[in-house]
């Protein structure tokens, strides 16, 4: 989370070694041995879906072969409330 002014920027994120990519506004296809999750996201904002590389930033960063990262942002006013919910859903 960052404050930015009279904003506040707020991540969600989660670590995989699944292949991944966005379906849609607020879900991501997990894929690994012919297995697959979905990750949906419901929230009353709007949200931006994100797919991460896990490559080290810096020098001292331990390596995390083979993982990426996915997750979300956005940003919430002043003194604005608001509930989300992640689901993780396998599908048939």
């Given at each position: 989370?960052?404050?930015?002014r009279?904003?506040?920027?707020?991540?969600?994120t989660?670590?995989?070694?699944?292949?991944?990519?966005?379906?849609?506004?607020?879900?991501?296809?997990?894929?690994q041995n012919?297995?697959?999750?979905?990750?949906?996201?419901?929230?009353?904002?709007?949200?931006?879906?994100?797919?991460?590389?896990?490559?080290?930033?810096y020098?001292?960063?331990?390596?995390?072969?083979?993982?990426?990262?996915?997750?979300?942002?956005?940003?919430l006013?002043a003194k604005?409330?608001?509930?989300?919910?992640?689901?993780?859903?396998?599908?048939?």
């Amino acid at each position: 989370m960052f404050f930015k002014r009279h904003h506040l920027f707020i991540q969600w994120t989660m670590c995989t070694p699944a292949s991944a990519k966005v379906l849609k506004e607020n879900i991501i296809e997990l894929s690994q041995n012919g297995k697959i999750l979905h990750l949906i996201v419901d929230a009353p904002k709007n949200i931006k879906m994100h797919i991460w590389s896990n490559e080290p930033e810096y020098y001292y960063d331990e390596r995390n072969d083979g993982t990426l990262r996915v997750g979300f942002t956005f940003t919430l006013g002043a003194k604005e409330r608001t509930l989300i919910k992640v689901r993780l859903m396998p599908q048939t």
